[in-house]
């Protein structure tokens, strides 16, 4: 399994934007990159996810790097409840499962 | 809401004794996935099942077992339960089974405490 690398925790004011960046040197081509996150007490949710080019959804958006290194989830007006821990995956044309790392932890302050 | 119930939401019992934790997923989905969190390993795929087929497996031990249903319900079952066994289980659904872009809808989760 392809893996990512995240940091531990980031913190952001209400209101301001959150850039959550993702590392995934051994991205294979075939691989979409997913975003989930896990509120407290609940189970993970989808958030987005992507191939090639940057997405955006009504929750957020995903810029990947050109050489598909990287990528970096940004939620453009962090609320209170944009307090989770964000879970950046590799998922490939045959995946049956997701693989989840220890994520970004992202706390909120009003 | 996801769409993707979980029963019961809570469960304790002791070790050595068996469960059976229930998901139904979400009307459509005909994929289900099973997952355990715990506070030392994280969140860990446990197996996966297609149209009543098993099509993945992963950290599962031999003790627990699952199987998906007619109406595409699944159930969990854990035996011999040991202290270690204690987490929450999540079941997740998706409509199909094995692109890349599927999304999966996590339930609520069911709370395991074994004393």
């Known amino acids: 399994d392809a893996k990512t690398t995240q940091p531990n925790s980031m913190e952001s004011n209400e209101e301001e934007p959150v850039h959550l960046p993702c590392n995934h040197s051994?991205?294979?081509?075939?691989?979409?990159i997913h975003w989930y996150r896990q509120l407290p007490s609940q189970g993970p949710e989808y958030v987005i996810h992507?191939?090639?080019s940057n997405v955006n959804n009504r929750m957020a958006s995903l810029a990947i790097a050109e050489d598909r290194k990287s990528s970096t989830l940004i939620l453009h007006r962090a609320t209170l409840r944009d307090a989770a821990v964000y879970y950046c995956i590799l998922a490939d044309t045959g995946f049956q499962k997701l693989v989840f790392g220890t994520g970004t932890r992202l706390l909120v302050s009003p | 809401d996801s769409g993707v119930t979980q029963t019961p939401k809570h469960l304790i019992t002791a070790t050595g004794q068996r469960v059976t934790l229930r998901c139904s997923p979400r009307?459509?989905?005909?994929?289900v996935y099973w997952y355990q969190q715990s506070l030392d390993q994280g969140l860990q795929f446990l197996i996966q099942?297609?149209?009543?087929?098993?099509?993945a497996k992963g950290n599962i031990l031999e003790r627990f077992s699952a199987q998906q249903f007619p109406d595409l319900h699944s159930e969990l079952n854990l035996s011999s339960l040991e202290l270690g066994d204690s987490a929450l289980y999540f079941c997740?659904?998706?409509?199909?089974?094995?692109?890349?872009?599927?999304?999966?809808?996590f339930g609520p989760g069911t709370r395991l405490l074994v004393l």
């Open positions: 997740a659904s998706s409509v199909a089974a094995n692109r890349g872009q599927e999304t999966q809808y």
């Open positions: 051994t991205i294979s081509g075939t691989d979409y």
């Open positions: 009307s459509g989905d005909l994929s």
């Open positions: 992507g191939l090639t």
């Open positions: 099942y297609y149209n009543g087929e098993e099509r």
